[in-house]
């Protein structure tokens, strides 16, 4: 048991040991990325993490905590790789920016002539980069070994020189556009004239350069030369002093400040357009309101003579009503007087009935009559109902007619006017045809016009006879409405109405009901 887990362990090691070998060997050759853009380091073997943004001590403390910790070879071999990598290449590019900033201030300045020609944007060169030759080419480290390499210069971009034979041992820096990346142009051509690897120090001992590196910021000589760098340097930028680049920017920076002082005329013209504008909003606003409390008043006076025209009406209906009370008040106590008078002679009746024999006989006569003579009343009564409702209908009936017949007078008026105008034509046109026989004899002209005034004549006794009918139908109609009107008022006047009884018979009648 104990040799199998020894074996284990063996196996374990030398698959962390595999995956650590291949892993830095990527990061050297710049196949994973560890830079983020704002300058800050990420790991690249945690992709599922949200943290990403380490400092260099905390990314090198992750990638030590993971090496060391007992997880799968893979993980632990990609984060060992990184610890070394960390330490071999990034150890001097791990200060702070703010060190860095008070680094170059605390340097001494070394500044070009401003009247001297520089590459723009602020470009530096690296030469003699180690090299070797393999299967034919040149190899050598690529743009992102060599921009971790210099990463403490903070280049934007780093480009070796390759050519058909392979690696040219070159390499261009491409610094940020602004001041700030001229200063780290400056620092990076300064590190090398400290070491004495300037451009000077490289054409002297351009022969035998050795292994060092040598660098600069390229200027008019750079640019203008042959070779892949002067065409690099031609293709990616220009030539301009810093006096010219500084105007330029002061250019750009005035014409900004314009811009924005444009940007502000143009705005406080709208804000006092908007100002002119919410004015107006204003004042319609108050004119709107004051209409509202105008129509507000106006609703409320309405109201109020509503409601005041609402009290009159309930006042009237209860003033009727209490007529109305009044006068049923009245007739009640007529009623009562009444009943109680016919209680009285239903006391006396009773005792004429007990001293009498007779006398009950004629009021069992007398009490048959009077029922006799109530249902008689109650007929009457339906029948006179009965009457008054066709009388109301045939006299709206007779009513209508009588419109409908006084719409047929007028106009048979109208026609009779014309009737008598056709009469006096007929006669003029007698008298025309008498007085043509008489004048002109037999001519055939005359005889032509004397027929065309017979066919006149014939038209309008046509027409006249139509009048004298129609005139005749009216006057039927006429007839027939009148008699017809005077038949119903007979047979109202046939039925006696119920309200002509005088109150005596009445209350008569009513005692003898009360007595049976």
Request: proline fraction near 2%.
């Amino acid at each position: 048991m104990d040799l199998s887990s020894e074996s284990d362990g063996d196996i374990s090691e030398s698959e962390i040991k595999e995956y650590e070998e291949k892993s830095y060997e990527d990061l050297v050759k710049g196949n994973h990325i560890i830079k983020n853009m704002d300058g800050t380091l990420r790991c690249p073997f945690c992709r599922g993490k949200k943290k990403q943004d380490y400092r260099y001590n905390d990314l090198l403390q992750h990638a030590s905590g993971v090496g060391a910790g007992k997880r799968e070879a893979e993980t632990t071999g990609c984060h060992k790789a990184l610890e070394k990598f960390l330490k071999n290449m990034l150890a001097t590019s791990a200060e702070p920016q703010k060190q860095r900033t008070v680094h170059l201030e605390q340097e001494a300045p070394l500044r070009p002539n401003e009247e001297e020609l520089i590459v723009w944007p602020w470009m530096g060169i690296i030469v003699n980069i180690r090299r070797i030759f393999k299967e034919g080419k040149y190899i050598g480290p690529g743009n992102g070994e060599l921009k971790d390499r210099f990463s403490g210069f903070y280049p934007a971009q780093v480009c070796a020189m390759w050519t058909y034979e392979g690696h040219q041992g070159k390499a261009v820096l491409e610094f940020n556009k602004d001041w700030q990346g001229y200063n780290d142009a400056l620092s990076f051509e300064r590190s090398f004239i400290k070491n004495h690897r300037s451009r000077k120090e490289y054409y002297e001992h351009e022969r035998d350069p050795g292994n060092d590196l040598y660098g600069w910021v390229a200027r008019a000589e750079d640019y203008n030369s042959g070779g892949p760098v002067g065409k690099h340097l031609r293709l990616k930028g220009d030539l301009k002093t810093v006096a010219q680049i500084n105007n330029e920017d002061l250019r750009k920076k005035n014409k900004l400040v314009e811009d924005l002082h444009n940007t502000i005329q143009e705005k406080n013209k709208h804000l006092v357009t908007s100002k002119e504008k919410l004015s107006q909003m204003e004042y319609l606003i108050a004119m709107t309101e004051t209409a509202r409390l105008k129509a507000e008043d106006e609703k409320q006076k309405l109201e109020d003579s509503h409601r005041e025209e609402l009290r009159r009406v309930e006042q009237d209906m209860q003033t009727q009503r209490n007529n109305d009370i009044a006068e049923r008040l009245k007739l009640s106590k007529e009623l009562e007087r009444q009943i109680n008078e016919s209680e009285e002679r239903r006391k006396e009746l009773e005792q004429r009935e007990a001293q009498n024999e007779s006398e009950k006989k004629k009021l069992e006569e007398e009490k048959k009559r009077v029922y006799s003579r109530r249902e008689n009343l109650q007929r009457a009564n339906a029948l006179q109902r009965t009457q008054e409702e066709k009388q109301r209908l045939l006299i709206e009936k007779h009513e209508k007619q009588k419109r409908d017949l006084s719409i047929e007078l007028h106009q048979q008026a109208k026609k009779l006017a014309d009737r008598q105008k056709l009469e006096s034509e007929i006669e003029r046109l007698e008298s025309l045809i008498e007085t043509i026989k008489v004048k002109d004899g037999s001519s055939l002209d005359h005889f032509k016009k004397i027929e065309d005034l017979q066919n006149d004549l014939k038209d309008k006794n046509d027409e006249m006879e139509s009048l004298q009918d129609m005139n005749q139908q009216l006057m039927n109609k006429e007839r027939q409405a009148n008699d017809e009107l005077q038949e119903a008022r007979k047979t109202v006047i046939q039925v006696p109405s119920l309200t002509q009884c005088p109150i005596s018979k009445l209350v008569m009648v009513f005692s003898i009901y009360l007595h049976s």
